[in-house]
């Protein structure tokens, strides 16, 4: 049996609420985690040192301190991520950035696209983050007992879940004016870049709140949209293609300039491109075929974006879940790995 990644996404969400010490919320999610998928390696992720956030305590306002914003931010993005320190070996770790905008959708996190706050000491450096990613994909082990890890089952849920409730823990012990700074309030998000993520609330002097979930959102025109699509200016693109999520049916208009986008010759253009084909346009048959065809791009990125983009998808055949399956044997281990995960997701979203 395997984690199913929704549900745990769900879970984190509820658990969020009930506002307890961020040991004892990653204990449950553990328990949640390892009743689904037994495993030894859960006795490991279980030892990890959560309650101890002295570490990122420090981090979380060296930005603010050293490098506070010089623009009025509506939002806090601390995005999850995987970069590679010594220039191959991938690890997890979260930053810190800001936006001029912030909308409290939790299904639309394009308002942290393009930061406006990108701080130089962004990055946490977290020592339990690494050490998840570590335990899940059994690092420096060899490779007959790497093919047995948890892989994703571990990272997905466990480093969205520390990093949602060590924020959350971390907003309540530090002073909220020294993120403030001359903002009356930020709405702040944890997240995967390229993935799901968790609204924590509003920050405002009284401290973390939460946010009424039927808040009007800013309303958005499809016209400017279309347009910034069609621009030259590659950051205009890339803005514009996450605006799309808040444009619900209406963003389908925009399926032709995302397929054309996806066979651009940027790479962070086309990733984008593929990726937001997969949220706004599920049943739509030529944006599957381009998403397919993006499993053939040269860069392992888009690849990767793909097969996540492919979890969304209506109505693949048997030919297409083959070759998802063949992308097991790709030449980069994150795209290989992504393979059996896309395929799994799928299964346990009825996408077959």
């Known amino acids: 049996m395997r984690v199913d990644l929704g549900q745990m996404h ?10 307890r010490p961020v040991s004892e919320s990653m204990a449950s999610l553990i328990d949640q985690c390892s009743a689904a998928h037994p495993h030894p390696d859960w006795a490991k992720l279980r030892a990890l040192p959560y309650a101890d956030l002295s570490e990122l305590h420090d981090w979380v306002q060296r930005p603010f301190s050293e490098e506070p914003p010089e623009k009025l931010l509506k939002g806090l993005w601390f995005g999850l991520f995987n970069p590679c320190p010594d220039g191959h070996t991938p690890v997890a770790d979260i930053y810190v950035c800001g936006s001029k905008r912030f909308d409290p959708d939790p299904d639309d996190n394009s308002w942290a696209v393009d930061p406006d706050w990108w701080p130089a000491t962004r990055y946490a450096n977290s020592t ?12 420096g082990s060899p490779s007959p007992d790497q ?19 060590a924020i959350r823990e971390l ?47 800013p309303e958005v025109s499809i016209e400017p ?14 803005h514009a293609i996450f605006e799309l999520r808040r444009l619900g049916v209406h963003a389908r208009a925009a399926i032709p300039e995302l397929q054309r986008i996806a066979l651009s010759d940027e790479m962070g253009l086309r990733q984008a491109a593929v990726n937001m084909l997969g949220a706004v346009a599920p049943d739509d048959p030529g944006a599957r075929a381009t ?11 888009v690849r990767r974006e793909a097969l996540q983009a492919l ?6 055949s048997a030919s297409d879940l083959t070759r998802i399956k063949d992308m097991e044997n790709d030449e980069d281990e994150n795209v290989a790995r992504w393979s059996e995960i896309a395929l799994r997701n799928i299964r346990l979203r009825g996408g077959i």
């Open 311 to 316: 979890i969304a998808l209506k109505g693949l």
């Open 147 to 165: 093919n047995e890890c948890l892989g994703n089952d571990a990272e997905y849920p466990l480093a969205l879940g520390y990093g949602v409730f």
């Open 291 to 301: 998403v397919l065809q993006a499993l053939d791009d040269t860069s392992p990125f």
């Open 128 to 139: 339990v983050l690494y050490d998840i990613y570590r335990i899940a994909y059994r690092q």
């Open 225 to 238: 949209v279309l347009e910034g699509l069609r621009s030259s200016d590659g950051n205009k693109v890339f």
């Open 171 to 217: 907003l309540g012990q530090i002073e909220p004016q020294l993120l403030l700074g001359r903002a009356d309030s930020f709405g702040v998000a944890v997240g995967f870049d390229s993935g799901d993520f968790v609204v924590l609330g509003k920050l405002t002097s009284a401290g973390l709140k939460p946010i009424d979930p039927n808040a009007e959102r």
């Open 10 to 19: 769900g879970w984190i969400v509820d658990e969020l609420t009930r506002d």
